[in-house]
């Protein structure tokens, strides 16, 4: 799971600490790319992955909808014939450092998979069922309209998951959605619980192998579990604030 990538003199769609810390660089991820590829792996999208599973096959989304999908990662996939699912948030087309509708538009036609990241990337565990209709069914429209192909994958925003989102994204047409939990997928896991792997600024290389070969995956998912229960005891606004403060207070002390 990669966010916006990093590069050169190009400021970040957002500043806010807990944002940056998913801004991969650009050299990182063609770095991580390139590895996976001469170790004979295959770059898929979610829905080849869950139509024709491949045993060497490594599925790679991106959330959001950064212009830096098309701009970099779109020419260093394409590069090793990768292909990825960009799950794209459908408020944020047009602002400052995401996709507008041409360059969407730009990016399905050169084959890649278009998911779903919701209307306006709020909580959805935290949303009436009206708003969870249109940040999941509503979104789902406008992204097919602007693209003109079918779209049937979604991924929930800031990896917040239930059983509402399941019902309301099968009724919809979707078929799978995935969360940010630090899992790995089973050839017959659930395609409504899909888990993935965040890949974060500063990840070394080895540090992207040791990840992809799941060791220390049991690390991620005792902190997943922590914060889990750190949202469900403070609530999803509460536990931000706190998230934000302890990022800005190590950012200042490095």
Known sequence: ????????????????????RYIVSAADFESQIHWLRNI??????????LSS????GVVV????????????????????????TFYITVGFLGKRGYLSHSQLRELSDQ?????????THSY????????????????????????????????????RWGPRIVEVAR???????????????????????LGRLAVMRGCSLKDFQRLCQGHGLWKLQMRDLTRSSARRLFGN??????????????????
């Open 61 to 84: 989304t991106f959330d959001d909808g950064c212009e830096t999908d098309l701009l970099s990662a779109a020419p260093i996939l394409n590069a090793v014939r990768f292909a990825a």
């Open 171 to 193: 009724r919809a047409g979707y078929r799978s959605v995935a969360s940010s939990r630090s899992i790995a997928n089973p050839p017959h896991a659930d395609p409504f619980s």
């Open 40 to 49: 004979g792996w295959r770059g898929m999208s979610v829905t080849e992955a």
């Open 237 to 254: 606004s509460a536990y931000d604030r706190m998230r934000s403060l302890l990022l800005s207070r190590s950012a200042r002390n490095r």
């Open 1 to 20: 799971m990669y966010h916006e990538l990093g590069l050169p003199g190009r400021p970040p769609c957002q500043s806010e600490p807990g944002y940056l």
């Open 53 to 56: 599973p491949h045993e060497n």
């Open 111 to 119: 084959g890649f998979d278009i998911g779903c990241h919701s209307m």
């Open 124 to 159: 959805l565990t935290d949303s009436p069922d009206d708003r969870l209709h249109q940040e999941i069914a509503g979104a789902k429209t406008e992204l097919e309209q602007i693209t003109g192909r079918r779209v049937e994958d979604f991924s929930c925003p800031g990896g």
